[in-house]
């Protein structure tokens, strides 16, 4: 296996999410100061200073905190910073590897790692009816690698689903072809909870 070092898992790159936070960040931040001065003609100055100032402040954290989380593969390891820290799980250590979906208007293939100190979900992939958006070839090759280095079961069945998948890509083949948004019709034709994880059996049988 190459060892491809660091390698970003954002399935929307941030280039396209900052500008779209910056943008609801202001329109938050203005309708707090217009809150805030009514409520300071309302109620008093000072609680309207205290509100308006409170809620652009949530504005600019919410602004910050979302630009800030990543997620990113180095050498096996899955990171995914969030506001406050980063959670960090060896994928050859890892005592868990499931495959999520979320099924819904825009549907998700996200994959849960995790070990003792706690979980990393990374989506790779998201469909609606007729398209969709999925994780870089290079970030699939790079998980599927470092999946392929685990001894669970679980995590083997997946690094080939994740290998099948860059195959289907390559020829691009259509959606029904691909594994990814084979385990979103697995579990909408089921009938489960719109949130699920597969079985291992149902991620063995995303290659046939």
Same mark, same amino acid.
């Given at each position: 296996m190459a060892d491809r070092g660091l390698v970003a898992l954002d399935l929307v790159p941030p280039e396209l999410i900052v500008p779209r936070l910056r943008v609801a960040g202001a329109v938050f931040a203005v309708v707090g100061a217009?809150?805030?001065?009514?409520?300071?003609?309302?109620i008093s100055p000072y609680v309207g200073v205290a509100l308006g100032a409170a809620l652009v402040a949530m504005a600019g954290f919410a602004v910050v905190s979302g630009g800030r989380r990543?997620?990113?593969?180095?050498?096996?390891?899955?990171?995914?910073?969030?506001?406050?820290?980063?959670r960090r799980v060896n994928l050859s250590d890892a005592t868990k590897v499931e495959v999520l979906v979320r099924v819904a208007r825009v549907s998700q293939v996200l994959i849960r790692v995790g070990d003792s100190s706690g979980d990393v979900t990374v989506g790779v992939a998201m469909y609606t009816t007729d398209g969709g958006r999925e994780l870089q070839?290079?970030? =699939? @090759? %790079?998980? !599927?690698?470092?999946?392929?280095? #685990?001894?669970?079961?679980?995590?083997? +069945?997946?690094?080939? &689903?994740?290998?099948?998948? =860059? @195959? %289907?890509? !390559?020829?691009?083949?259509?959606? #029904?072809?691909?594994?990814?948004?084979? +385990?979103?019709?697995? &579990?909408?034709?089921?009938?489960?909870?719109?949130?699920?994880?597969?079985?291992?059996a149902e991620v063995a049988a995303l290659t046939d």
């Open positions: 217009v809150l805030g001065v009514v409520a300071g003609l309302l990543r997620v990113w593969i180095d050498h096996g390891v899955v990171s995914r910073r969030g506001s406050f820290r980063v070839p290079i970030a =699939l @090759r %790079a998980v !599927a690698d470092g999946l392929a280095s #685990s001894p669970l079961a679980s995590a083997l +069945a997946l690094s080939s &689903v994740l290998v099948t998948q =860059l @195959r %289907a890509e !390559a020829r691009e083949a259509g959606l #029904s072809e691909r594994p990814l948004y084979r +385990a979103i019709d697995v &579990v909408r034709t089921s009938g489960r909870a719109p949130a699920t994880v597969l079985t291992d």
